[in-house]
């Protein structure tokens, strides 16, 4: 039967749609591929106070993954160091242990696009790691690492000012006997910004080196 000139015209329109979101699939595919070849990556983190292993959540938060990985195949952690432990008041056992290239900007990559916890279903628990970071989508290379529960770190959407969380992207799976001992040493060092003064280690504890586990 034959169609009318705004019947072939909704058709068209149709079928350019359709192409449309097949070329952005495949454009995601193309740059998440290597990420999504493994769903929940492996990594290593040889630190002067022992081994933590990571499982990473690449299907749950895929472009904050991607980067940490970029930093981890590239070698940039390497000789990087985890530089501050912030604990809680009246609780030393529970708090955060923060490491990356805040002594190193040239190793720097591009910031990413933030993915909040409500876009990801993933939750600061004990053992979760997660972007550091100052206004949403600046996250580069530092992480920190929970020692106990910490929800106030996922997005709030109803809470004012800034609610948009941290970017949780895996667990620590091995070694949070190494995070609990980091995040008791003297803290010390003097702090570039003024509400993380002591929290600062010093010495801080040198990241050996990160590797994917195969």
């Given amino acids: 039967m034959a169609m009318s000139a705004m019947q072939v015209e909704d058709q068209a329109m149709t079928f350019s749609r359709i192409a449309r979101r097949a070329v952005i699939a495949g454009a995601g595919m193309l740059v998440a591929g290597p990420v999504f070849a493994q769903a929940k990556p492996k990594v290593e983190i040889q630190t002067g106070k022992g081994l933590m292993v990571l499982e990473l959540e690449a299907a749950k938060a895929p472009i904050t993954v991607a980067n940490f990985l ?10 990087a160091s985890i530089y501050r432990a912030s604990r809680a008041p009246g609780a030393p056992t529970i708090g955060i242990i923060e490491g990356g290239l805040q002594n190193d900007p040239t190793k720097l990559l591009p910031p990413i696009a933030h993915e909040s916890t409500t876009m990801t279903g993933l939750a600061h628990v004990d053992g979760t790691i997660s972007m550091a970071r100052d206004a949403p989508g ?12 910490a929800s106030y770190l996922d997005a709030h959407p109803d809470a004012a000012g800034d609610n948009a969380g941290y970017a949780a992207f895996g667990t620590v799976i091995e070694g949070m006997d190494v995070a609990r001992v980091i995040l008791a040493l003297p803290t010390p060092g003097k702090a570039l910004n003024p509400a993380m003064q002591g929290q600062i280690l010093d010495p801080t504890v040198q990241i050996i080196s990160m590797k994917r586990m195969t």
């Fill in 138 to 149: 600046t996250a580069t290379a530092d992480f920190f690492i929970c020692c106990g529960e």
């Fill in 70 to 79: 970029r930093y981890v195949d590239t070698g940039r952690y390497d000789g």
